[in-house]
Structures are given as structure tokens and as C-alpha cells.
């Protein structure tokens, strides 16, 4: 082999990892997008239990199953003080619309 088709080798198999990596791309956003949603849902587990499927004191409802557009509705109703709350109201004011949706769409998923 000479110098030159060495270098052409070289340059062929950075071109096939640099493919390799392009093309699992839209996978890996697709995992950081779930890892971030579930980071979002991770933040209810201290009061609503472990994946939302609530705690034994049973004073905090579960989350786990509960249907996306219920869970929208109550936490919209949290964010502008239409729903009396505790904590909810407080807390539901730190999520943006589209947080809220993709939390909801979380939880609903899960199992009771
Ligand atoms: C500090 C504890 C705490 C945390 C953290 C918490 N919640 Fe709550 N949640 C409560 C309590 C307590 C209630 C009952 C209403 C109240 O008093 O605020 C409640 C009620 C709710 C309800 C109403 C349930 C129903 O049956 O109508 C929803 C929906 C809800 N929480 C969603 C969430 C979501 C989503 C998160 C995470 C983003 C979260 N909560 C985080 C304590 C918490």
C-alpha cells in the first residue's frame, strides 16, 4: 500500500464511523428526549410515588394511568389558582404548557 491509498483508507473509514454516528443521531435524540420527560416525571415522585403509582399513606393521589387530558385540566386549573391546593399550585407554576403536556402523556402511559 502505498502513503496516498493509505491516507484514502484512513479518510474512507472516517467517512464510515462519521456515517455510523450520523446515522444513529435521531435515535439518540429520541432517547434524550425521553430521558428528559422522565426527569421531568421524576420530580412528582417524591410526593406521588415511584413511575406515579403513589405512596402506602395514600394522602397524595397516584399519578400512574391517569388520563392525559385530566391531568392537563388539573394542573392548568394548579397554575392559575382556579383549584385550591397545598403544594399543586405552587408547583404546577414551574412547568411550561408543553411540559405539563409531555408530563401528562408520561404518567397516562404508565401502569396503575
Ligand atoms: C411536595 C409534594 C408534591 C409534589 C412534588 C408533586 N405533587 Fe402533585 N399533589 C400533591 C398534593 C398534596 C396533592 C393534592 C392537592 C394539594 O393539596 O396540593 C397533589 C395533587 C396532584 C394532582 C391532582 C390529582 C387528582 O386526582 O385530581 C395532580 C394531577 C398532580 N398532583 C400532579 C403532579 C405532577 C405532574 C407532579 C410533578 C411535576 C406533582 N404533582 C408533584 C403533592 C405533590
Redesign the pocket.
Known amino acids: 500500500m502505498t502513503p496516498t491509498s493509505a491516507f484514502a483508507a484512513r479518510v474512507r473509514r472516517a467517512g464510515w464511523v462519521l456515517g455510523l454516528a450520523l446515522g444513529a443521531a435521531p435515535a439518540l435524540a429520541q432517547d434524550a428526549q425521553a430521558l428528559y420527560v422522565k426527569a421531568?416525571?421524576a420530580?412528582?415522585?417524591?410526593?406521588?410515588g415511584t413511575f406515579?403509582r403513589g405512596i402506602d399513606t395514600g394522602?397524595?393521589?397516584a399519578?400512574a394511568g391517569?388520563p392525559a387530558t385530566?391531568?392537563v385540566a388539573?394542573?392548568q386549573a394548579?397554575k392559575k389558582g382556579e383549584r385550591?391546593?397545598?403544594?399543586?399550585?405552587q408547583?404546577?407554576k414551574g412547568?411550561s404548557d408543553e411540559q405539563?403536556q409531555q408530563?401528562?402523556a408520561y404518567?397516562a402511559a404508565q401502569k396503575k
Open positions: 421531568l416525571a420530580t412528582c415522585a417524591n410526593c406521588h406515579g394522602e397524595v393521589p399519578l391517569m385530566y391531568m388539573q394542573m394548579f385550591p391546593a397545598t403544594v399543586m399550585h408547583l404546577a412547568f405539563i408530563i401528562a404518567f
